[in-house]
């Protein structure tokens, strides 16, 4: 819940053009329901040579045919514009959405602390950046929209269902409760192998970079052969999960394969029973046929829809979890603009270490004037490079300050 808290902060400026994308959503929904109708009026009437009654008007075979003819010629027509504004709309704020989580994310990358670049690969940042926002996608294109087609749906079906015929509708819907127990069982098996999958993923993308950057230094110590199995053994870890994640695909798909087929061989037998002993019409059996269409197509879609929704879900808690890596060095509320300097530094008392390690840097005084030239000289290791990236302010010192023309580089602002 908190997810999708965090989540909606994106969804609001384009709270227009969702609604758009939402009406024309259930439009698109809405007009597929009289097309079985009119299948039935030409099976029960224009075929058997019979008037009809429709909109208060009585129709011959002929006159029947155009007007159905006219009717779906209408339909479609109406159709195609209200799904090009729904697939147009819906990538329009799908995609702005996912810019802004872009461009806000580099933001917050743009002010961790040096340390926070040291300790991880680029590979897995780059990862996170590109390949789990682009996943995240999927929760806007394929899941809200999708998801509120899917619910409308159903809805304006099942209550056509029980207007033609309650019992009939009872027998199709009796499956639905199997379809969630299916979910039940197997959406959490779905969220943890996209979880691993994605892990897998970001681990051969920094492990990648890595060797491709420093490719100089692999084959210097012709380390080539190394690292070829051990890229292989992370591909074939990768395979494993994507295979173990297929398979629980697989078993859903199965599982809804059956349930549908059991539905549909559940309504011809009890139906055709019925328009054997004139309780139903041939064409409103067809008709009722047709409607199951429009009634196990969404439930199954929930299949893709809910692979698509576990796989956003971990992608998105792994962006978000780039989001809550507190800044090291912060800026105070207070702080003020640096004006023209001379360029007197100060370390006063300065001592430093990374994390829990041990001191790096212990009482370091120095004072240097403008125009001096200072060398640091020591072993490997003494902390040049650290005293060297504690004046611009990549790390603060872990005691004491360091000033420039006697301003604390805390209490100024870092851009």
């Known amino acids: 819940m908190k997810l999708f808290k965090r989540f909606s902060k994106y969804l609001k400026p384009y709270w227009l053009i969702i609604f758009g ?31 009809a009654l429709f909109f208060g008007h009585s129709f011959n075979p002929p006159e029947l045919l155009r007007l159905v003819f006219f009717v779906l010629f209408s339909i479609s027509l109406t159709a195609a514009v209200v799904i090009y504004f729904r697939v147009y709309l819906t990538n329009l704020f799908g995609n702005k959405i996912i810019m802004d989580l872009r461009q806000d994310l580099y933001h917050h990358l743009q002010r961790l602390s040096l340390n926070f670049y040291e300790s991880r690969p680029t590979g897995r940042i780059m990862s996170r950046m590109l390949n789990d926002i682009e996943v995240a996608q999927g929760i806007v294109n394929g899941f809200f929209i999708n998801l509120l087609m899917d619910f409308t749906t159903l809805f304006a079906v099942a209550g056509v269902l029980f207007f033609m015929d309650w019992k009939l509708a009872l027998i199709a819907l009796s499956i639905v409760p199997l379809y969630a127990l299916a979910f039940y069982k197997l959406a959490p098996q779905v969220k943890q192998l996209s979880k691993d999958v994605q892990k897998k993923m970001e681990d051969i993308s920094g492990d990648l970079q890595e060797k491709i950057s420093g490719v100089k230094v692999v084959q210097s110590f012709t380390a080539e052969g190394a690292e070829e199995k051990k890229f292989t053994h992370h591909l074939g870890e990768l395979y494993h999960d994507v295979m173990k994640r297929v398979s629980t695909h697989g078993e859903l798909n199965s599982i809804d394969e059956f349930l549908t087929t059991l539905g549909i061989a559940l309504v011809l037998l009890f139906g055709g029973w019925e328009v054997l002993r004139g309780v139903l019409t041939k064409g409103d059996l067809i008709a009722f046929y047709s409607y199951l269409g429009y009634i196990y197509f969404p ?42 300097l001379e360029g007197n530094v100060k370390f006063q008392k300065v001592s430093f270490k990374y994390n829990h390690s041990d001191l790096v840097l212990e009482d370091i005084d120095l004072d240097l004037k403008k125009g001096k030239v200072v060398a640091l000289v020591g072993h490997s290791g003494a902390g040049k490079t650290t005293l060297a990236n504690l004046l611009p302010r990549f790390y603060d010192p872990t005691e004491g300050e360091i000033t420039v023309d006697n301003y604390n580089l805390k209490d100024v602002t870092q851009i």
């Open 299 to 340: 439930i199954r879609r929930l299949t893709q829809v809910n692979i698509i929704y576990q796989q956003a879900v971990s992608a998105l808690e792994r962006v978000f979890h780039m989001f809550d890596i507190l800044l090291e060095v912060k800026e105070a509320p207070q702080a003020i603009k640096l004006p023209s």
């Open 21 to 51: 994308a939402t009406v024309c959503a259930i439009l698109k929904t809405l007009l597929a329901l009289p097309i079985p109708y009119m299948v039935k009026l030409v099976i029960d009437y224009a075929l058997d040579n019979r008037r």
